[in-house]
C-alpha cells in the first residue's frame, strides 16, 4: 500500500498525468526535450549538463515506482537530484 493516498484505481492514466507534468517541467525548467529510449521502451526528458553531455531523466519510470513503492521512491527526492545534475552541484 501507498502511504498518504493508496494507489490510484486506473495506475497507467495515473502515471501518464503525473509523468506529463514532471516531465514537462523538467523539459522547460532545464531547457530539455521529450527523446524516445528505445532500450527502456519509454519516453524521458534529455537536457544538458554543465559539463557536457546530456542526462535523461525518465519520468514516467519514477512515477510509476513511487505508485507503485510509496514513498522509498521520492518525487521531491527525483526533482532534486535532476535539478543538481542540471545545474552542474551532482556529477
Known amino acids: ?3 498518504g493516498i493508496g494507489k ?3 495506475l497507467e492514466q495515473m502515471i501518464m498525468v503525473f509523468g506529463s507534468f514532471l516531465g514537462e517541467a523538467f523539459r522547460q525548467l532545464y531547457k530539455g526535450r521529450w527523446d524516445w529510449d528505445d532500450h527502456f521502451k519509454t519516453w524521458g526528458v534529455t537536457f544538458p549538463i554543465p559539463k557536457g553531455g546530456e542526462e535523461t531523466a ?3 519510470a519514477k512515477v510509476e515506482k513511487r505508485f507503485t513503492n510509496g514513498m522509498e521512491d521520492s518525487l521531491s527526492f527525483f526533482a532534486e537530484v535532476t535539478d ?3 545545474n552542474g552541484r551532482i556529477p
Do not use: D, L
Request: proline fraction near 8%; charged fraction near 25%; aromatic fraction near 16%.
Open 1 to 3: 500500500m501507498v502511504e
Open 8 to 10: 490510484p484505481k486506473n
Open 58 to 60: 525518465f519520468v514516467f
Open 84 to 86: 543538481g545534475k542540471a
